[in-house]
């Protein structure tokens, strides 16, 4: 860790903070880059497709060379490669982290779009006074009150004089600290689980109505689940113990031991088929991916 | 002509299928709220893979430091809290540092964040070490790339905690590289243990990207069936499942393990005689809600035999 | 009269939890109420999340870098980055009909990196449960094997051999293992009777492990709902409302 604490040598891929150079070097990076994306836009139809494909190739040969490639063991902080090869090792092992950064950028970019997706839905129901705009104008308002209270929230704790804000019991807490607490707490985190919960309500219905042993499979299943519901409960397990207690061979019998035979012998092995099965099909989706053989619709 | 009620003409078989589910989300409903006035402990027998986790935790030593990936939300606090409050009461009473992080939803560095100071709070309360943020765990928040972000864990951990920054108590925010708890860590296999506490797949992110640092599971009910192949073939060190798991450990929190006594629970793999906390809060959400489960669990076995002998008691009428 | 914020907070959860729980009886306007409710905060809060938890730390602050304060080292400011930001917009293209092939290079580089990591993640995933699957079959010992805790210490310890039920369970493990992967033989047609038994030998021990995975399904839906309902009645109404611990 003392590694972080020291100030990163200056090299022409960073600046001071606050200096005129990183202003400049931002300034022209970012004309840079919004030049080449002007520039995509002019891309001819017949070649969008190979562009398409060799950012996607490139993008996966990273993490295909990164598992191939050997990566350097007991590499010291000051170390340097002895020659090629393993400066590339060297290489790799060293931009992982920043290739998992630029990931974790771009996605969160394009997590905004399914906010963007949203708002551009229920602003249209509400502009042109569709069926129910009225729940659209529910949502947008709570998404936008959220959003205020959040970022008056979280700006107000950055500033150091508020730092007893973060301890317990709503110590120098204002308006704007109960509102983000209310608003997350009070509802968003109770109406989540309260979502999840409805479920349960359908799996009884749906288990009184269609759980039915018409036929061998059915009857296989509805018997591994009635097994493995008893062996939850710890009462039915104590009970039924003391009613098989007796001789070791009997033992065997148990509501705990059968279901634990059944987890490890048949449960687990028919789990695994199933993984084996969806890991080849995951393992050839990503290759196909990876070399772009994936056929889709849409213009191109 | 007179008019015949379509009800009345039901044979048994057929009313037996045709309970109203209105009566049966009642039913369901009461069943769910009743026991939670009366709670009571019920006897229970920890499976392997609880015994091994609490083992395994319990050994770690004073000062040691362990990664917690905690990807769960307030939707299933029924599971995950009560699986997060044991972990960190057997962690805190360890004095155990950890090191919190989130890869699946921008939600759970919060609820983390609250249900660590729930804790600590309790801990505090019973006269025992108050843990502090910073000085005794860090939250480091929210990664969007959870692939990413596991496979630059195994690299190189420094570069995740790069420029992160967390809350000390009362003092405005600092970077993580300076606090105690991330003292002599260097990369992942310096942490003891890796613990997904989870409700989604991160499980499956974490066991395909990281390799250096043994791995426990904290999951929901959904997930145990999956997560014991992964038990069963060693890829995970013990895992803890559902409101049983929880309940599990915190039945063993309070018997200890081969520990000799009324409650005694035995371990099929060792004889190593490990105390647990008697007199300590142990129970939580897991003694609260296994009492329901019970009745919850018993409507449904009888909601799915009554429909099933309603059926064959109609097949045998028209038959 | 005080703000007692706790009481507050869990009466807006508790109406919050029975507005959304209208919907079991049929589709009402409490429950479209709540429903856009909950969809706008979790947005609005996922905006929130999406600059304080992430872009503001991996991206503004690497760009910018930062000076030396409240204890914590300054940090250089590393440009490249903002090359990330038409990227990343690329995406919003999507929305055009001329240029939405564009939003296909962010998710390219995304997916490309995703499916590049998927040989390691395979091998790290699988090659375990491979070999944890091919268990021995043949035994070394007698068929019962002792149980330690009531063996008579006079006899020796529980010896390393494979005993018999050891034996039969594993061979039962590797069977249905074999079985459920000669069901998924979709690719030609099955003629051999070996095959075709196993097959369905397979359909009915996967059937098992669905009957696994439903049951522990229904304690955690259930579970959801115990917490629920300890939520309203035990926290709101006995904690809440009555002050009754």
């Known amino acids: ?300 | ?319 | 009269m005080s703000y007692n914020h706790e009481l507050v907070s869990l009466s807006v959860g508790a109406i919050a939890t029975i507005g959304l729980y209208t919907i079991l009886y049929r589709e009402n306007k409490f429950y479209r109420f709540f429903e856009h409710l909950f969809l706008g905060l979790a947005s609005g809060w996922a905006l929130v999340a999406l600059w304080t938890e992430t872009l503001k730390v991996m991206w503004w602050d690497k760009m910018l870098g930062s000076a030396a304060a409240d204890g914590n080292q300054a940090a250089m400011g590393y440009w490249p980055y903002v090359m990330l930001l038409p990227v990343g917009l690329l995406g919003y293209t999507v929305f055009s009909k001329k240029h939405n092939w564009l939003s296909r290079i962010p998710i390219g580089i995304i997916l490309g990196f995703y499916s590049g990591q998927q040989f390691n993640a395979w091998t790290n995933r699988y090659i375990p449960q491979i070999s944890g699957s091919m268990k021995s079959i043949i035994p070394t010992a007698g068929f019962f094997k002792p149980d330690p805790n009531t063996l008579n210490p006079a006899l020796g310890p529980v010896k390393g051999d494979l005993y018999g039920s050891e034996a039969l369970n594993n061979l039962i493990f590797v069977l249905t293992i074999l079985c459920v992967l000669s069901y998924f033989l979709f690719s030609f047609d099955v003629k051999s009777k070996v095959i075709k038994n196993a097959s369905l030998a397979g359909r009915w021990l996967l059937m098992i492990g669905f009957g696994a995975i439903f049951g522990t399904t229904v304690m955690m839906r259930f579970s959801l709902l115990i917490d629920r309902m300890y939520f309203i009645w035990i926290e709101f109404i006995k904690q809440g409302i009555l002050h009754i611990k």
């Open chain 1, 1 to 300: 860790m003392e590694l972080l604490a020291q100030l990163a040598p200056k090299t022409f891929w960073n600046a001071q903070n606050g200096s005129g150079e990183l202003f400049i070097k931002i300034i022209l990076g970012l004309l840079v880059s919004t030049g080449i994306v002007v520039a995509l836009f002019k891309t001819p139809n017949q070649l969008r497709r190979w562009v398409i494909t060799a950012v996607t190739f490139f993008s996966g040969l990273f993490y295909v060379l990164f598992w191939i490639y050997p990566t350097p063991i007991n590499r010291q902080p000051d170390e340097a490669p002895r020659n090629v090869l393993e400066g590339f090792s060297f290489w790799l092992s060293d931009a992982q982290p920043v290739v998992a950064d630029l990931t974790n950028i771009i996605a969160a970019f394009l997590i905004g779009l399914g906010i963007y997706s949203l708002l551009r839905v229920h602003l249209g129901r509400i502009g042109k006074q569709q069926r129910d705009w009225q729940f659209s104008v529910v949502l947008i308002a709570g998404m936008v009150i959220m959003v205020i209270f959040g970022y008056v929230d979280w700006y107000m704790r950055l500033d150091p004089a508020n730092a007893k804000m973060a301890g317990s019991g709503y110590v120098g807490w204002t308006f704007w600290q109960f509102g983000r607490d209310l608003l997350f707490n009070g509802l968003l985190q109770n109406m989540d689980a309260g979502m999840f919960s409805i479920v349960a309500f359908y799996i009884l219905s749906a288990a009184y109505r269609a759980f039915r042993a018409r036929s061998v499979e059915a009857t296989i299943l509805l018997v591994t689940a009635l097994i493995v519901m008893l062996s939850l409960m710890g009462l039915i397990e104590y009970f039924w113990a003391q009613g098989v207690d007796g001789m070791h061979l009997s033992n065997n019998f148990k509501l705990d031991n059968v279901a634990r035979w059944l987890r490890a012998n048949v449960q687990t092995p028919a789990i695994r088929g199933i993984d084996f099965g969806v890991g080849i099909g995951l393992l050839s989706m990503g290759v196909r991916l990876w070399l772009n053989l994936e056929k889709t619709g849409g213009s191109n």
């Open chain 2, 1 to 319: 002509m007179a008019i015949t009620d379509p009800a009345a003409n039901k044979s048994l078989g057929e009313k037996l299928q045709s309970v109203p589910k209105p009566v049966l989300y009642l039913v369901l409903f009461m069943l769910a709220a009743i026991p939670l006035f009366f709670p009571v402990k019920l006897p229970n027998k920890p499976i392997d893979a609880s015994v091994e986790m609490f083992t395994n935790v319990m050994a770690l030593p004073e000062g040691s430091t362990v990664l917690v990936e905690s990807d769960w939300t307030n939707s299933t606090r029924g599971e995950s809290m009560g699986e997060m409050e044991a972990l960190l009461r057997i962690l805190m009473r360890k004095k155990v540092k950890f090191v919190v992080y989130t890869i699946a939803d921008p939600q759970a560095p919060q609820v983390s964040r609250d249900t660590i100071r729930k804790i600590a709070d309790e801990e505090a309360k019973a006269g025992r070490y108050r843990y502090k943020p910073f000085e005794d765990y860090l939250v480091l928040g929210y990664y969007p790339n959870g692939e990413g972000t596991a496979s630059a864990i195994n690299n190189k951990f420094v570069s995740i905690v790069s420029g992160k920054k967390d809350w000390p108590e009362n003092s405005a925010p600092r970077d993580v590289s300076l606090s105690p708890v991330l003292k002599g860590i260097k990369s992942v296999a310096d942490f003891k243990y890796l613990i997904v506490v989870t409700a989604s797949s991160t499980t499956n992110t974490v066991l395909e990207r990281i390799t250096k640092v043994p791995m426990m599971f904290m999951v929901t009910g959904v997930m145990v069936p999956e997560t014991t192949t992964y038990y069963a073939s060693g890829q995970i060190k013990g895992f803890c499942g559902g409101v049983k798991g929880v309940y599990d450990l915190e039945t063993l929190m309070e018997n200890g393990l081969n520990v000799e006594g009324p409650n005694k629970i035995v371990s099929e793999k060792s004889t190593e005689v490990i105390p647990g906390f008697p007199g300590m809060q142990n129970t939580g959400k897991g003694m609260a809600y296994y009492p329901s489960l019970h009745f919850a669990l018993f409507l449904l076995i009888l909601a799915v035999v009554t429909g099933n002998v309603g059926m064959f008691l109609a097949k045998r009428k028209g038959a």
